[in-house]
């Protein structure tokens, strides 16, 4: 007689399981190349495994199994066989993960190293009391007073949201219309990275980062290394404590899905408010789909979310057009950028 349970068995692969449920191996491997700076070190040459061991400091131990393991993750390439074999940067680590590279995305993975792997072991205990697993669990701090009060780290959080963003503020820089527009406002600018992007690729237009007092002056370095000093201005304030700067193009990067659904209705309120008729306001996020299937990016960032603020959450573009939509907003559309990448976009 016929085993119903070992005959499905068979017909079943369980690799997508093992790959998802091991996925941290692979993860870790990455970041602790990051970390090493590997891809900055490789540049566009090659090195045999004991160079690298050399130039990183590893033990022998770790040669040839950590190239080899990158090679077989598609993260490098090798030419030959044994030691005398070459690493070298693919193309796309080349650009993305080499630190000389303007396109460098690596910030986030530095981030996600010193911070976010660990507090990832207690996603259970997050799914079971929905409480954050972060610096507030260990110091009481809350994550942004405990970030802002370290120059360096906070530094490091700027450099990670700005590779993390590159790529989505050039998509959007490039496919939305700003040619009716001759201001904006760039609400959590951060570095001004946002504002820097757009007065680039529209000469017309003028723009304002608004961020906390303290990330002010990191700002206004880099807008004075950009040489746009007369067109983009860095300001200082409270997004919640006080009206927004007004502009006739409101954007947010990242900033509405750090919040619980009350401080994601007072940002979209205030960015009505800061409007004019025919005004436009941005909300560059992971989106996740309506039907809550397809961004699996995007739903493990509202997973990160809990992990680092227990009641912020990621939403769909259907969830944004709601919202806007109660606080006054004429209509709402949504524009794939980069990746999982898309902004939301609500018309007054």
């Known amino acids: 007689m016929s085993d119903p349970e070992a005959e499905v068995s068979e017909q079943v692969d369980p690799s997508h399981i093992m790959q998802v449920g091991m996925g941290f191996w692979a993860s870790k491997t990455l970041l602790s190349a990051v970390e090493l700076e590997l891809f900055s070190e490789l540049g566009s040459d090659g090195m045999t495994g004991p160079q690298i061991a050399e130039a990183l400091e590893l033990h022998a131990r770790a040669i040839p ?9 598609e993260l490098l390439e090798r030419e030959g066989e044994g030691k005398d074999a070459l690493y070298r940067n693919t193309q796309a680590t080349a650009v993305f993960l080499d630190k000389r590279s303007p396109a460098y995305i690596g910030g986030i993975f530095e981030m996600s190293n010193a911070r976010l792997y660990r507090f990832w072991g207690d996603l259970t205990e997050a799914l079971q009391t929905g409480r954050p697993q972060n610096e507030i669990k260990h110091t009481g701090k809350p994550v942004f007073e405990e970030l802002y009060s370290d120059p360096d780290r906070l530094e490091q959080f700027m450099s990670a949201m700005a590779g993390i963003s590159l790529g989505a503020f050039n998509a959007l820089a490039e496919k939305f219309d700003f040619s009716s527009y001759n201001t904006l406002c760039d ?162």
């Open 65 to 73: 199994d950590f190239p080899d393991a990158l090679v077989a993750l």
């Open 187 to 348: 609400v959590g600018g951060a570095t001004g990275q946002m504002s820097i992007i757009v007065a680039n690729h529209h000469p017309h237009m003028r723009c304002t980062s608004f961020d906390l007092p303290l990330v002010e002056p990191i700002a206004k370095r880099t807008i004075e290394a950009a040489g746009l000093s007369e067109r983009v201005t860095a300001v200082g304030g409270d997004f919640f404590a006080e009206p927004l700067p007004q502009a006739d193009v409101i954007t947010m990067g990242l900033i509405l899905h750090d919040w619980n659904l009350e401080g994601k209705m007072h940002l979209i309120k205030a960015a009505f408010d800061a409007l004019p008729e025919g005004g436009a306001f941005i909300a560059i996020e992971n989106l996740i789909d309506d039907d809550r299937r397809e961004n699996a990016f995007g739903l493990l960032m509202s997973l990160n979310m809990l992990i680092e603020f227990g009641d912020a959450f990621d939403f769909t573009g259907a969830d944004f057009a709601r919202w806007c939509g109660e606080v006054g907003f004429e209509r709402t559309e949504v524009v794939p950028l980069a990746g999982p990448a898309s902004a939301a976009i609500a018309y007054k």
